[in-house]
């Protein structure tokens, strides 16, 4: 089963979403009063819809995007952790914001509800992080005999982004490898690279889109030493 961060939190944000609107069709077929139903079942839709366009842009970030890297079931587990936590402080935010400078009824029965949401999505991310530990000692790296041997162009790029993965760089070199050889410019290049490698957590380029990066790669694949697995 292929494992990417973007594609799991699309999956568990979708399965919260119906987990919500079932939850709230359940309520309104109840039979129960209107002042006990109405406001929780309001809040699970808002909540529901809210998830579903979080997931869509999320199976947005790695689709049709070529450099997206499989990654082991630990670490998506990790970072969905982090997604449910960054979620519940929306979702207590929510609540805050609608209680500040009220005693309106209303608001704070609303407010009651997002805290209530807020606290079963802790659960999920507890879930998730116990998960991610479980994994861990399963996913150690295997000695570097058993590995498949990098190419010298990815060993040497790698001295120039020293903090990225070297299955990323293999992937990167081979799909700047395949562009090169269409006769992409460095200036196309690296306006393709920084469209396609987005990070949500920080506005910052990323090493590998910047221009000498992208040029020093290209430089190397001119070399006699470039054996790279263009995909």
């Known amino acids: 089963m292929t494992h990417t961060v973007s594609i799991e939190i699309a999956a568990r944000f979708g399965e919260l979403a119906d987990t919500l609107a079932r939850n709230a069709a359940v309520l309104t077929s109840a039979g129960l009063p209107e002042s006990v139903t109405t406001v929780r079942a309001t809040v699970y839709g808002d909540v529901a819809a809210q998830l579903r366009t979080l997931a869509e842009d999320e199976a947005a970030q790695s689709a049709g995007n070529p450099l997206v890297v499989v990654a082991a079931v630990g670490e998506v587990a990790s970072a969905v952790a982090r997604r449910f936590e960054r979620l519940v402080g929306d979702l207590v935010a929510n609540a805050r914001l609608l209680v500040r400078r009220t005693t309106e009824a ?126």
Not at 115 to 142: C, F, G, K, M, N
Not at 209 to 221: C, E, G, I, M, N
């Open 106 to 231: 209303g608001l704070l029965a609303r407010a009651r509800v997002y805290r209530d949401v807020a606290a079963q999505v802790r659960i999920l991310a507890e879930e998730q992080a116990r998960r991610a530990e479980a994994h861990r000692r399963y996913e150690s790296r295997p000695p570097l005999s058993n590995l498949a041997p990098l190419s010298p162009v990815v060993v040497r790029a790698a001295t120039r982004a020293p903090k990225v993965r070297p299955a990323f760089l293999e992937t990167l070199v081979a799909a700047i490898a395949k562009r090169r050889a269409q006769g992409w410019s460095v200036a196309r290049l690296t306006r393709w690279l920084r469209e396609s490698l987005r990070d949500p957590q920080t506005d910052h380029v990323h090493p590998c889109a910047q221009r000498s990066f992208v040029s020093y790669v290209t430089d190397l694949l001119t070399t006699p030493a470039a054996t790279v697995r263009a995909a």
